[in-house]
């Protein structure tokens, strides 16, 4: 059983920033795309960040291109979000997820089968 645990969650004032980390358990981690996803407070969760297995690419949301950085670690088992220039709307909790193997696109929910626990942010005005 794959667990991710996510951490660095917090509190922070707007135009501040925070990182988030997701710790992966099991083997063979660079087979598989990771993303970022988020759900605020009666929303639908939605896509923020992802990165390929292949290691060609990183995608993000439009409304966090710019300020939002997503990094990879394969020999760690880890990844992190890096967002900076947050804004009260950014408030969510986030979620770290893992794609089935070999899985060329990320961007879609419905292609990960792994997912964190969740971590709150939350942006102050």
């Known amino acids: 059983q794959v667990q991710l645990v996510e951490s660095g969650g917090g509190l922070v004032q707007a135009g501040g920033s925070l990182r988030l980390s997701c710790a992966a358990s099991?083997?063979?981690?660079?087979?598989?795309?990771m993303g970022w996803f988020r759900q605020a407070p009666g929303k639908e969760r939605e896509f923020v960040a992802c990165?390929?297995?292949?290691?060609?690419?990183?995608y993000y949301a439009e409304f966090v291109k710019g300020r939002f950085t997503m990094t990879r670690d394969n020999a760690k088992n880890t990844v992190s979000l890096h967002m900076n220039n947050l804004k009260p709307e950014d408030t969510a909790v986030y979620y770290c997820?893992?794609?089935?193997?070999?899985?060329?696109?990320?961007?879609?929910?419905?292609?990960?089968?792994?997912w964190g626990q969740g971590t709150q942010v939350t942006v102050s005005s």
């Open positions: 997820a893992r794609t089935r193997a070999y899985v060329m696109t990320c961007v879609s929910e419905g292609t990960y089968d792994y």
């Open positions: 099991g083997r063979t981690f660079e087979r598989y795309a």
């Open positions: 990165n390929r297995w292949s290691g060609d690419g990183t």
